[in-house]
């Protein structure tokens, strides 16, 4: 049975910091590309950032380039956000998603690209 389990949200001032963890298991981790999407009250869930399965390409939507970083540890089997310079606009749950061995920027915002999904994790950002 495959889990993705996110942590590391809370409350953050804004201008702050915070690093999401995403521990998979189930699956054959280093397979997987890993994607993070979120979701705020009353939106629709919107990509955040991505890594290919093999590590070597990261994206990011525009609204977060240049703040956040994504990561992964395939040894830990796990996929990590670090989040920089957080705005009140960030608030959302965000969740981590895994797909298998996608590749393209394009596809890999795409959330129906995505088998997997965690709960999710609750990022607040006060202004």
């Known amino acids: 049975q495959v889990q993705l389990v996110e942590s590391g949200g809370g409350l953050v001032q804004a201008g702050g910091s915070l690093r999401l963890s995403c521990a998979a298991s189930?699956?054959?981790?280093?397979?997987?590309?890993m994607g993070w999407f979120r979701q705020a009250p009353g939106k629709e869930r919107e990509f955040v950032a991505a890594?290919?399965?093999?590590?070597?390409?990261?994206y990011y939507a525009d609204s977060v380039k240049g703040r956040f970083t994504v990561s992964r540890d395939n040894a830990k089997n796990t996929v990590y956000l670090q989040m920089m310079s957080l705005k009140p606009e960030d608030t959302a749950v965000y969740y981590c998603?895994?797909?298998?061995?996608?590749?393209?920027?394009?596809?890999?915002?795409?959330?129906?690209?995505?088998?997997?999904w965690g709960q999710g994790t609750q990022v607040t950002v006060s202004s």
């Open positions: 998603a895994a797909s298998y061995r996608t590749t393209t920027p394009q596809a890999m915002a795409v959330s129906g690209k995505y088998a997997y």
């Open positions: 189930g699956l054959t981790f280093s397979m997987y590309s």
């Open positions: 890594i290919s399965w093999s590590g070597g390409s990261t």
